[in-house]
C-alpha cells in the first residue's frame, strides 16, 4: 500500500492540487489569491507557494484541514525572502540582510521580535524540533535560532564560501558548494564527525539534495555526475545520469531507496538512475520543455511536478505513474511522446512501461522512455509497424525445420530517436542514439539552423562533430537516408561556470576585484555583478549590470572609506548564468595601524571630557578623506548624543542611493587615550571594526 500524498503547485490555474499517493488521482484543488501567470515556486514545506514579481513577494498557504488558502505580500523585497515553516513554526527571512521574523505559518503574522543573523542568509532549512539553521557563506558559518532567538554559531568554511543546507537523519549537513566538502552538525549546532569530501581529493563545485535518504546524502556535481556519500561509512559512490548532466549542477538530486531522480535541465524529463547498476538512466517525459520542472520527494514517493502545466509523475522505487492534476484545454505536452500501451493492455503500479492512463487523456501525461533493465520495462511490446525502420533487412526468413517466421524484436517510432551533446572548446560532439540505448543505422545527415559560422564534420554515420562560432542556441536535425528526422535545441556550450579565482586588493576608499577564468562549465561571455553597501543592514544597490568585456577581468569600485560593501560576480554565456559568487570587504587599509587609528575629520576634532560634552583641550590632528591618521588607546565604547559629519567635509564618489553620509548620525562615542590625555570622540572618527555601521562593535568592551 502506497503511502502519503503530495501538494502540486500550478501556475495557471493558480492553485494547489492535492494528489492521493495510493489512487494517483487528484482529490482537493484549492484556488490561491492573486492573478495567473506570474514566476512562482514551491515553498519549503508542501502546503506553501512563493510568488515574486521583482518588487514583491507574496507567500501563500494552504490550510490542508479547512482547504482554504492565506496569503501576505512584502513589498519593496524583490527576490529576497524566504519562508521556513511546518505546521506549527515559522520564520521568515530576508536573505539580503540577513533579518529573521518569526511568523505563525498559519497567517504569516509576526509572533516575536525580530532577529539579526548580521549576514546575508545562502540557504535556510527548518529542523522538525522547530529550530531554524541559516547558511552565511560570507562568515563562513551557520547561525541556529532557537525560539526566536540566535542561540550559535559554528564556523565551517573560510568566509566567502558559498554555502548549502540539507538534513540527512536527525543531523544537518552544510555543504560547501563551492569545494565539495560536507559537514554534519549536531543538534547543539556543533560539527558532528570530520568533514566528507565528495570529490574525491580535488575541490568540486557541488549542489545537494535537500534531505537524505537514511545516512545518505545525493550530490550534484560540476564534473556531470552525482556523488552519492554515506555519512555513516563515509563512502562515497559515483552515479553518471548521462551526458545531458555534464557541466555546472542546476538541478538538485533526489534520492529514494535504490534510485536516483533528477531533472534534465529544461527539458521536462526526470532521469531515474538505478544506484549500482552501471546501466543508462532511464528518461520520464514528464511535461514540455520547461525551467520549472519540481523533482521532490514525501514519503516513500517521488513527485515531479510542472507547474506551467497539466503535468506531473509520481514515482516508487523506479517505477513511475502520470498524474493529471487538472483537465488542460490546450495540447501543451511533448511533440515527441510515445504511444499509450493497447487498450487491452492493463498496466499496474509494478509493470511501468508507458505510463498508464489517468482519469482523463492528457497531451501532457509523462512518457517514460526505458532502458533495456528490469526497471520501467514494457509489461509487453507496442505495436509492430507495417514498414521496417532505418537499418532494418526487411521480412525475416522462416526458421529451418519450423516452417514458421520467428517474431520480429519490437521496433521504435520515430519519437524514440534522440540527439545527445557532449560539448568542448568550439565544438559540440552530437550522437544520434536510440532511446533504450541503441544506435540506429545511418549515414545520418546534420543540418544547423541558423548555419552561420558553424561547420559539420561527420565523425561516423551516427555521430558529427559540429565547430561553432558561439554559445547561441540553434537548432539541430539529423536527418536519416528513408527521411527519418529528430531535431533537438542546443546551446552551442554549458552554461558559464564560476570564476576559478576571484579575490579582492582593498585601498583606503576604494577596492580592487580580479578573477580568473572559469575550468569547469562553459566559457564567459559576459560577468553579471553587483555591488551593494552595508550588506549587514538594509543597505542599497550601489551599482549592477554587465560587463560585456570579460578579457578585462578586472573592477575597482569606489566607496567612502571604512565602508562595509558586499561584490557579487556571475560569469554569463547565453546557455545559461554561473551561481553568484560572494565578496564582502570594508573599503579600508589598515596595514600602517597597529590597533586604533583616527580617520575622515579633515579638520582637527577636541577630545570632550564626555559624550557631547566640553573639549578637554586636547585635539586629534586633522586627517584628509580616505586617510588613515594618528593612532590612539581604545578604552571603551558607551551611548551619547546623535553626531553627523559637519556639512561639505565627506561626500560620496557614488551615488549614496539610500542615505548621504553627512546625514546618518551616530550615537556611539568612544573613550580613547591620546597622548597622554583621556576623553571622548564620536566613533565617525576611530577605526573600529563597525564604526562606519554606526553600531557598536561587539569586541570592544562597552563602558
Same mark, same amino acid.
Given at each position: 500500500?502506497?503511502?502519503?500524498?503530495?501538494?502540486?503547485?500550478?501556475?495557471?490555474?493558480?492553485?494547489?492540487?492535492?494528489?492521493?499517493?495510493?489512487?494517483?488521482?487528484?482529490?482537493?484543488?484549492?484556488?490561491?489569491?492573486?492573478?495567473?501567470?506570474?514566476?512562482?515556486?514551491?515553498?519549503?514545506?508542501?502546503?506553501?507557494?512563493?510568488?515574486?514579481?521583482?518588487?514583491?513577494?507574496?507567500?501563500?498557504?494552504?490550510?490542508?484541514?479547512?482547504?482554504?488558502?492565506?496569503?501576505?505580500?512584502?513589498?519593496?523585497?524583490?527576490?529576497?525572502?524566504?519562508?521556513?515553516?511546518?505546521?506549527?513554526?515559522?520564520?521568515?527571512?530576508?536573505?539580503?540582510?540577513?533579518?529573521?521574523?518569526?511568523?505563525?505559518?498559519?497567517?504569516?503574522?509576526?509572533?516575536?521580535?525580530?532577529?539579526?543573523?548580521?549576514?546575508?542568509?545562502?540557504?535556510?532549512?527548518?529542523?522538525?524540533?522547530?529550530?531554524?539553521?541559516?547558511?552565511?557563506?560570507?562568515?563562513?558559518?551557520?547561525?541556529?535560532?532557537?525560539?526566536?532567538?540566535?542561540?550559535? +554559531?559554528?564556523?565551517?568554511?573560510?568566509?566567502?564560501?558559498?554555502?548549502?543546507?540539507?538534513?540527512?537523519?536527525?543531523?544537518?549537513?552544510?555543504?560547501?558548494?563551492?569545494?565539495?566538502?560536507?559537514?554534519?552538525?549536531?543538534?547543539?549546532?556543533?560539527?558532528?564527525?570530520?568533514?566528507?569530501?565528495?570529490?574525491?581529493?580535488?575541490?568540486?563545485?557541488?549542489?545537494?539534495?535537500?534531505?537524505?535518504?537514511?545516512?545518505?546524502?545525493?550530490?550534484?556535481?560540476?564534473?556531470?555526475?552525482?556523488?552519492?556519500?554515506?555519512?555513516?561509512?563515509?563512502?562515497?559512490?559515483?552515479?553518471?545520469?548521462?551526458?545531458?548532466?555534464?557541466?555546472?549542477?542546476?538541478?538538485?538530486?533526489?534520492?529514494?531507496?535504490?534510485?536516483?531522480?533528477?531533472?534534465?535541465?529544461?527539458?521536462?524529463?526526470?532521469?531515474?538512475?538505478?544506484?549500482?547498476?552501471?546501466?543508462?538512466?532511464?528518461?520520464?517525459?514528464?511535461?514540455?520543455?520547461?525551467? +520549472?520542472?519540481?523533482?521532490? +520527494?514525501?514519503?516513500?514517493?517521488?513527485?515531479?511536478?510542472?507547474?506551467?502545466?497539466?503535468?506531473?509523475?509520481?514515482?516508487?522505487?523506479?517505477?513511475?505513474?502520470?498524474?493529471?492534476?487538472?483537465?488542460?484545454?490546450?495540447?501543451?505536452?511533448?511533440?515527441?511522446?510515445?504511444?499509450?500501451?493497447?487498450?487491452?493492455?492493463?498496466?499496474?503500479?509494478?509493470?511501468?512501461?508507458?505510463?498508464?492512463?489517468?482519469?482523463?487523456?492528457?497531451?501532457?501525461?509523462?512518457?517514460?522512455?526505458?532502458?533495456?533493465?528490469?526497471?520501467? +520495462?514494457?509489461?509487453?511490446?507496442?505495436?509492430?509497424?507495417?514498414?521496417?525502420?532505418?537499418?532494418?533487412?526487411?521480412?525475416?526468413?522462416?526458421?529451418?525445420?519450423?516452417?514458421?517466421?520467428?517474431?520480429?524484436?519490437?521496433?521504435?517510432?520515430?519519437?524514440?530517436?534522440?540527439?545527445?551533446?557532449?560539448?568542448?572548446?568550439?565544438?559540440?560532439?552530437?550522437?544520434?542514439?536510440?532511446?533504450?540505448?541503441?544506435?540506429?543505422?545511418?549515414?545520418?545527415?546534420?543540418?544547423?539552423?541558423?548555419?552561420?559560422?558553424?561547420?559539420?564534420?561527420?565523425?561516423?554515420?551516427?555521430?558529427?562533430?559540429?565547430?561553432?562560432?558561439?554559445?547561441?542556441?540553434?537548432?539541430?536535425?539529423?536527418?536519416?537516408?528513408?527521411?527519418?528526422?529528430?531535431?533537438?535545441?542546443?546551446?552551442?556550450?554549458?552554461?558559464?561556470?564560476?570564476?576559478?579565482?576571484?579575490?579582492?586588493?582593498?585601498?583606503?576608499?576604494?577596492?580592487?576585484?580580479?578573477?580568473?577564468?572559469?575550468?569547469?562549465?562553459?566559457?564567459?561571455?559576459?560577468?553579471?555583478?553587483?555591488?551593494?553597501?552595508?550588506?549587514?543592514?538594509?543597505?542599497?544597490?550601489?551599482?549592477?549590470?554587465?560587463?560585456?568585456?570579460?578579457?578585462?577581468?578586472?573592477?575597482?569600485?569606489?566607496?567612502?572609506?571604512?565602508?562595509?560593501?558586499?561584490?557579487?560576480?556571475?560569469?554569463?554565456?547565453?546557455?545559461?548564468?554561473?551561481?553568484?559568487?560572494?565578496?564582502?570587504?570594508?573599503?579600508?587599509?589598515?596595514?600602517?595601524?597597529?590597533?586604533?587609528?583616527?580617520?575622515?575629520?579633515?579638520?582637527?576634532?577636541?577630545?570632550?571630557?564626555?559624550?557631547?560634552?566640553?573639549?578637554?583641550?586636547?585635539?586629534?590632528?586633522?586627517?584628509?578623506?580616505?586617510?588613515?591618521?594618528?593612532?590612539?588607546?581604545?578604552?571603551?565604547?558607551?551611548?551619547?548624543?546623535?553626531?553627523?559629519?559637519?556639512?561639505?567635509?565627506?561626500?560620496?564618489?557614488?551615488?549614496?542611493?539610500?542615505?548621504?553620509?553627512?546625514?546618518?548620525?551616530?550615537?556611539?562615542?568612544?573613550?580613547?587615550?591620546?597622548?597622554?590625555?583621556?576623553?571622548?570622540?564620536?566613533?565617525?572618527?576611530?577605526?573600529?571594526?563597525?564604526?562606519?555601521?554606526?553600531?557598536?562593535?561587539?569586541?570592544?568592551?562597552?563602558?
Amino acid at each position: 500500500m502506497l503511502e502519503g500524498s503530495a501538494w502540486l503547485l500550478n501556475a495557471g490555474p493558480w492553485s494547489f492540487t492535492r494528489v492521493n499517493g495510493v489512487s494517483v488521482l487528484p482529490d482537493a484543488q484549492v484556488s490561491l489569491p492573486g492573478p495567473d501567470g506570474e514566476f512562482v515556486a514551491a515553498g519549503l514545506d508542501q502546503f506553501s507557494a512563493l510568488r515574486e514579481n521583482g518588487r514583491a513577494s507574496t507567500f501563500v498557504r494552504v490550510d490542508p484541514a479547512s482547504l482554504t488558502a492565506v496569503s501576505r505580500t512584502f513589498e519593496g523585497t524583490g527576490k529576497r525572502l524566504t519562508i521556513a515553516a511546518d505546521m506549527s513554526t515559522g520564520y521568515l527571512v530576508d536573505n539580503a540582510s540577513g533579518l529573521v521574523r518569526k511568523i505563525d505559518p498559519r497567517n504569516f503574522l509576526e509572533a516575536g521580535e525580530p532577529v539579526e543573523a548580521g549576514t546575508r542568509v545562502d540557504a535556510a532549512q527548518l529542523t522538525p524540533d522547530g529550530t531554524l539553521w541559516l547558511a552565511a557563506g560570507q562568515m563562513g558559518d551557520v547561525a541556529v535560532i532557537r525560539d526566536g532567538r540566535l542561540d550559535t +554559531r559554528t564556523r565551517i568554511a573560510p568566509p566567502g564560501h558559498p554555502l548549502d543546507l540539507s538534513l540527512v537523519g536527525d543531523r544537518v549537513v552544510v555543504t560547501d558548494t563551492s569545494t565539495g566538502v560536507l559537514t554534519a552538525l549536531s543538534a547543539d549546532g556543533r560539527v558532528d564527525g570530520e568533514p566528507l569530501a565528495v570529490g574525491n581529493g580535488s575541490a568540486l563545485p557541488v549542489l545537494p539534495s535537500t534531505e537524505g535518504d537514511g545516512q545518505r546524502l545525493a550530490v550534484a556535481t560540476a564534473d556531470g555526475t552525482v556523488r552519492i556519500a554515506d555519512l555513516e561509512s563515509r563512502d562515497v559512490v559515483t552515479v553518471s545520469p548521462g551526458p545531458r548532466r555534464a557541466g555546472r549542477p542546476t538541478e538538485r538530486p533526489v534520492l529514494a531507496g535504490s534510485y536516483l531522480y533528477q531533472a534534465d535541465g529544461p527539458t521536462g524529463v526526470v532521469l531515474v538512475t538505478r544506484v549500482g547498476s552501471g546501466q543508462r538512466p532511464v528518461e520520464v517525459q514528464v511535461s514540455g520543455a520547461t525551467p +520549472r520542472l519540481q523533482v521532490f +520527494r514525501r514519503e516513500n514517493l517521488v513527485w515531479a511536478n510542472d507547474p506551467s502545466s497539466a503535468g506531473a509523475a509520481v514515482f516508487r522505487d523506479g517505477e513511475a505513474r502520470r498524474v493529471q492534476k487538472y483537465d488542460s484545454p490546450e495540447p501543451a505536452g511533448p511533440p515527441t511522446a510515445a504511444p499509450a500501451p493497447p487498450d487491452d493492455t492493463e498496466v499496474s503500479f509494478g509493470e511501468v512501461g508507458g505510463i498508464p492512463p489517468g482519469p482523463a487523456p492528457a497531451p501532457t501525461s509523462p512518457t517514460v522512455r526505458p532502458s533495456p533493465t528490469d526497471v520501467l +520495462r514494457p509489461s509487453e511490446p507496442p505495436r509492430q509497424t507495417t514498414e521496417p525502420p532505418d537499418g532494418d533487412d526487411g521480412p525475416q526468413q522462416p526458421v529451418p525445420g519450423t516452417g514458421t517466421t520467428p517474431s520480429p524484436q519490437p521496433q521504435r517510432p520515430d519519437a524514440e530517436l534522440t540527439l545527445s551533446a557532449a560539448f568542448g572548446p568550439g565544438v559540440l560532439e552530437i550522437d544520434v542514439n536510440l532511446a533504450d540505448g541503441g544506435q540506429p543505422a545511418g549515414p545520418y545527415r546534420l543540418d544547423v539552423d541558423p548555419a552561420d559560422g558553424t561547420t559539420v564534420i561527420p565523425a561516423s554515420d551516427t555521430s558529427f562533430q559540429v565547430r561553432v562560432p558561439d554559445c547561441a542556441e540553434r537548432t539541430y536535425t539529423a536527418t536519416s537516408p528513408r527521411g527519418r528526422t529528430v531535431t533537438a535545441q542546443l546551446f552551442g556550450c554549458e552554461p558559464a561556470g564560476p570564476a576559478a579565482d576571484y579575490w579582492y586588493v582593498v585601498h583606503n576608499g576604494s577596492v580592487d576585484f580580479y578573477w580568473t577564468e572559469a575550468v569547469v562549465g562553459g566559457p564567459a561571455e559576459s560577468y553579471e555583478q553587483y555591488t551593494r553597501n552595508s550588506p549587514n543592514h538594509e543597505g542599497s544597490m550601489i551599482a549592477d549590470g554587465f560587463d560585456d568585456t570579460p578579457e578585462s577581468r578586472f573592477l575597482n569600485i569606489e566607496v567612502p572609506m571604512g565602508e562595509l560593501i558586499e561584490q557579487g560576480l556571475a560569469p554569463s554565456n547565453a546557455a545559461g548564468q554561473a551561481p553568484w559568487q560572494i565578496l564582502t570587504v570594508r573599503a579600508w587599509d589598515l596595514s600602517s595601524c597597529a590597533s586604533f587609528c583616527t580617520y575622515n575629520h579633515p579638520d582637527p576634532v577636541p577630545l570632550l571630557d564626555r559624550p557631547g560634552g566640553s573639549p578637554i583641550g586636547v585635539a586629534l590632528p586633522a586627517v584628509a578623506v580616505n586617510t588613515v591618521g594618528v593612532e590612539v588607546d581604545l578604552v571603551c565604547q558607551t551611548d551619547g548624543p546623535s553626531h553627523i559629519y559637519p556639512d561639505a567635509k565627506l561626500t560620496r564618489s557614488i551615488d549614496p542611493m539610500d542615505h548621504a553620509l553627512e546625514g546618518d548620525p551616530s550615537t556611539v562615542w568612544d573613550l580613547i587615550r591620546y597622548q597622554g590625555a583621556e576623553g571622548y570622540v564620536s566613533d565617525l572618527y576611530v577605526t573600529t571594526p563597525l564604526s562606519f555601521d554606526r553600531v557598536f562593535s561587539p569586541e570592544v568592551p562597552r563602558c
